[in-house]
């Protein structure tokens, strides 16, 4: 199966650069999706709008969230 690489902060642009600032920040790394997503910057800064939207909105806690990510992962034997 081939693999789209994934770009590390000195390898992506100034605006690119600042969002894996961000994460570093917030989360203490960059998801590997997001590193992959970052070959296409509109498509990157689309899915955070989306992720942001969904994760930090709402009545349901953040880590909750998070936690039922991980479940439906797992329920659906991805292996990522």
Request: proline share 7%.
């Given at each position: 199966m081939?693999?789209v690489?994934?770009?590390e902060?000195d390898?992506?642009?100034?605006?690119?650069?600042?969002?894996?600032?961000?994460y570093l920040?917030e989360?203490?790394?960059?998801?590997?999706a997001?590193?992959?997503?970052?070959r296409?910057?509109s498509?990157?800064t689309?899915m955070?709008a989306?992720?942001?939207?969904?994760?930090f909105?709402g009545?349901v806690p953040f880590?909750?969230?998070?936690?039922?990510?991980l479940?439906?992962?797992?329920?659906?034997?991805?292996?990522?």
């Open positions: 081939g693999r690489p994934k770009l902060r390898e992506v642009g100034p605006e690119i650069q600042h969002i894996y600032d961000t920040k989360r203490g790394n960059v998801p590997n997001f590193k992959t997503f970052a296409i910057p498509y990157l689309t955070i989306h992720y942001r939207a969904v994760m909105t009545e880590k909750l969230k998070e936690l039922v990510f479940h439906v992962t797992k329920l659906n034997a991805n292996h990522y």
